[in-house]
């Protein structure tokens, strides 16, 4: 079936380093990647989406990179800050209009 | 503008029983997804509403969950006969084009 592979399980950085979480999907027909923070005891926030039609997509310290021949995508975040530390989930479209998710990143951003 | 909101934040419960959770998505927003959340583990998905069509329940794990939503807005996410397994965040989501999901907080879940 469907799924999404992400990596690593746990990153650990110093502050103002930068971290990079990368992201494997296995339905060609995914056209929709977006990028969700949780932070403990909270609910998923959307950081970051990008659309299958474009490559790259930037916003401030993040970005994210998508390359849909190996059907990789990746989040970047330049000069890390300890607000920064946080569970980060990628996620594919499917069919129908449901997301399939990673497993999750714990990032942790020492200061 | 409002979030998506749930309730109630936590719940505790003994097996057995049965519970209700409830969603209030952001207004205007005619799709609604319900996950599940177990301690250190992504998102699994459960249920997914869409406007006035039939509800996509593929990934409901037993007959026990069931969900409605009445009038295009609130959901209620029902567990019948709780079993500790049950435990987890249940969260809720809401989209305005099927494909940008908003989650609210979360219900915290504990059977005990």
């Known amino acids: 079936g469907e799924n999404v592979e992400q990596h690593p399980s746990t990153l650990s950085v110093q502050e103002g380093d930068s971290a990079v979480i990368k992201c494997t999907y296995s339905?060609?027909?995914?056209?929709?990647f977006p990028w969700y923070k949780q932070e403990l005891g909270k609910g998923p926030q959307l950081i970051i989406d990008?659309?299958?039609?474009?490559g790259e997509k930037k916003d401030q310290r993040i970005a994210v990179t998508l390359n849909k021949t190996a059907k990789h995508f990746s989040l970047h975040i330049t000069e890390t800050q300890p607000e920064d530390s946080a569970v980060y989930f990628c996620?594919?479209?499917?069919?129908?209009?449901?997301?399939?998710f990673g497993q999750g990143t714990e990032l942790s951003v020492k200061p | 503008g409002a979030g998506v909101s749930q309730s109630p934040s936590n719940k505790v419960t003994e097996k057995g029983k049965d519970v209700e959770l409830r969603c209030d998505p952001i207004?205007?927003?005619?799709?609604l997804y319900w996950y599940r959340q177990s301690l250190g583990q992504g998102l699994e998905f459960l249920i997914y509403?869409?406007?006035?069509?039939?509800?996509?329940k593929s990934g409901l794990p037993s007959d026990r969950f069931s969900a409605e939503r009445t009038g295009g807005s609130v959901s209620t996410l029902t567990i019948q006969r709780t079993q500790q397994e049950d435990s987890a965040v249940y969260l809720c989501?809401?989209?305005?084009?099927?494909?940008?999901?908003?989650f609210g907080p979360g219900t915290r879940l504990l059977v005990l």
């Open positions: 989501a809401s989209s305005l084009d099927s494909q940008t999901q908003y």
């Open positions: 339905d060609s027909a995914s056209n929709y």
């Open positions: 990008i659309r299958s039609n474009v």
């Open positions: 996620a594919a479209s499917l069919r129908g209009g449901k997301l399939i």
């Open positions: 207004s205007g927003h005619t799709a």
């Open positions: 509403f869409q406007g006035n069509s039939a509800p996509d």
